[in-house]
């Protein structure tokens, strides 16, 4: 089978605790439009007799970046930390997101699904992010609000980094385990 993923269909994100490697509750990253990633590793060269006698790599890293249509404050709490407080009840209903200084950015999980042209669908696994870049968007007359961040993703605490699924018939997102 050779997936021919199109779009982005989905993206969820999912708090990890960095003791146990365990996932929050998933939460929806609305609107998506892209979830973009590339692998990059430093390398180390050993050098004698004038030339490179041998290349060490230090581990790869993912350099990830996501961007939504709106502005979900459910994920905003799963990316960049800081606390999420509702009030009210019906129509008078009020949430809060609130960011202090001293909040740290959590570890989370993120995964993207898109339809396959091929059948089924292709997902990305980013399996322990940290959003050590910018987290920002902009309101602007007559736009609409882009939701956008970025960071680095490592090895969570079984080594995986990151994966690729192909399904020959389209599955959503489920909850990680």
């Known amino acids: 089978m050779t997936s021919i993923p199109y779009g982005l269909r989905d993206v ?3 708090t990890i605790d960095p003791l146990t490697g365990t996932k929050g509750t998933m939460v929806d990253l609305p609107n998506s439009q892209t979830l973009d990633f590339s692998e990059s590793e430093e390398f180390s060269e050993l050098r004698g007799d004038d030339k490179v006698v041998a290349k060490r790599g230090s581990g790869a890293t993912i350099e990830w970046s996501l961007e939504s249509g709106g502005i979900s404050l459910a994920a ?3 990316i960049n930390g800081g606390v999420l407080t509702t009030s009210g009840t019906g129509p008078t ?3 809060t997101y609130k960011k202090k200084v001293t909040d740290a950015r959590p570890y989370f999980w993120a995964e993207g699904q898109a339809m396959s042209d091929s059948g089924g669908d292709f997902h990305v696994v980013l399996e322990k992010c940290k959003a050590d870049g910018s987290v920002e968007g902009t309101l602007a007359d007559g736009e609409f609000w882009i939701t956008k ?3 680095t993703g490592i090895a969570n605490n079984l080594d995986d980094l990151y994966s690729f699924v192909e ?3 389209a599955i959503g997102i489920v909850q990680p385990t």
């Open 149 to 151: 961040c970025d960071g």
């Open 93 to 95: 209903v009020k949430n």
């Open 167 to 169: 399904n020959a018939t």
């Open 12 to 14: 969820k994100v999912a």
């Open 76 to 78: 905003l709490v799963v």
